[in-house]
Nanobody, 124 residues
Framework: QVQLVESGGGLVQAGGSLRLSCAAS??????MAWVRQAPGKEREFVAA????????SYAEFAKGRFTISRENVKNTVHLQMNSLKPEDTAVYHC???????????????????WGQGTQVTVSS
């Protein structure tokens, strides 16, 4: 299994930016993703990246505002979030998929390993 620890959440005003990080240990996954969950709502896929290569996937709401990247040397994946909106408020989880696929999955339930999450709050 893959162990994941997120960091970088916090409180930011609308229009601001935050950078989330996820440190991975254990087995090397095929892909890693960010998935968020707002209060009273279901989990929602945000973005994903393969561990070896440049393949990425983004949710429609994330395109143009969020960027997922990785640092293989540090076994870390980042999520740069710009132009944040109050509706981006949620707990953001890092997740890992060890199954090799054609592209990184946008289905959050296909990710088997999860971190505890980090809170992102965007004030209006």
């Amino acid at each position: 299994q893959v162990q994941l620890v997120e960091s970088g959440g916090g409180l930011v005003q609308a229009g601001g930016s935050l950078r989330l990080s996820c440190a991975a240990s254990g087995r090397i996954p095929y892909a890693m993703a960010w998935v968020r969950q707002a209060p009273g709502k279901e989990r929602e896929f945000v973005a994903a990246i393969v561990w070896n290569g440049d393949n990425t996937s983004y949710a429609e709401f994330a395109k143009g505002r969020f960027t997922i990247s990785r640092e293989n040397v540090k076994n870390t994946v980042h999520l740069q979030m710009n132009s944040l909106k109050p509706e981006d408020t949620a707990v953001y989880h890092c997740a890992a998929d060890e199954t090799r696929r054609t592209t990184p999955s946008t289905r959050w339930y296909q990710y088997a390993s999860w971190g505890q999450g980090t809170q992102v709050t965007v004030s209006s």
